[in-house]
T-cell receptor
Framework: GAVVSQHPSWVICKSGTSVKIECRSL??????MFWYRQFPKQSLMLMATSNEGSKATYEQGVEKDKFLINHASLTLSTLTVTSAHPEDSSFYIC???????????FGPGTRLTVT | GQQLNQSPQSMFIQEGEDVSMNCTSS?????WLWYKQDPGEGPVLLIALYKAGELTSNGRLTAQFGITRKDSFLNISASIPSDVGIYFCAGQLRGYNFGNEKLTFGTGTRLTIIP
């Protein structure tokens, strides 16, 4: 149980375009999902907390207009990287907590490369 | 953002050896989690600790929640090749209603097994 999926697993896009990444909890409902970014050989850095039915909470230094988050249902959150630049190239990982639970389960990650 | 200090940063061991790593924080957490991440994958939850002083085992893995609530350690006994990967600790401050609070990750410990 507690499986989280992400789509796509990898994506290459041109500079200036937008990319959408989906995060789904497959066998549980999640009122809260989290989006992380991980650069090579570094730890996970939280970007934002996504709450179903309300606005996301962004960490300091993360541009909310560039990284659009939508949590439209209890099983789906999306992250859209708008006007992507090469410095946005990274490994993006989402996590989800079962409603009422405290443990976070992570998706397999999405490798974004902006050319 | 804040990161927890993990040590050692990397370990090179022989198969069958025991492993010990720890994680320290300048602030208190009421939940400690240990994750393992394989290359190109999302982190997988290994052990969750909820009480100061708690000692929990999961197979060959043992983790303890420090009595000061500012540290935790993870031990792996009789290491095997599939133990290779990056181990992250994560601290969480859960609210009294067990809301889905964000995680603060450690800097990671990279485990390599020497043939």
């Amino acid at each position: 149980g507690a499986v989280v999926s992400q789509h796509p697993s990898w994506v290459i896009c041109k500079s200036g375009t937008s990319v959408k990444i989906e995060c789904r909890s497959l066998d549980f409902q999640a009122t809260t999902m989290f989006w992380y970014r991980q650069f090579p050989k570094q730890s996970l850095m939280l970007m934002a907390t996504s709450n179903e039915g309300s606005k996301a909470t962004y960490e300091q230094g993360v541009e909310k207009d560039k990284f659009l988050i939508n949590h439209a249902s209890l099983t789906l959150s999306t992250l859209t990287v708008t006007s992507a630049h090469p410095e946005d190239s990274s490994f993006y990982i989402c996590s989800a907590s079962p409603s009422g639970g405290s443990e976070q389960y992570f998706g397999p990650g999405t490798r974004l490369t902006v050319t | 953002g804040q990161q927890l200090n993990q040590s050692p940063q990397s370990m090179f061991i022989q198969e069958g050896e025991d492993v010990s790593m720890n994680c320290t924080s300048s602030s208190i957490f009421n939940t400690w989690l240990w994750y393992k991440q394989d290359p190109g994958e999302g982190p997988v939850l290994l052990i969750a600790l909820y009480k100061a002083g708690e000692l929990t085992s999961n197979g060959r893995l043992t983790a303890q929640f420090g009595i000061t609530r500012k540290d935790s350690f993870l031990n792996i006994s009789a290491s095997i090749p599939s133990d290779v990967g990056i181990y992250f600790c994560a601290g969480q401050l859960r609210g009294y209603n067990f809301g889905n609070e964000k995680l603060t990750f450690g800097t990671g410990t990279r485990l390599t097994i020497i043939p």
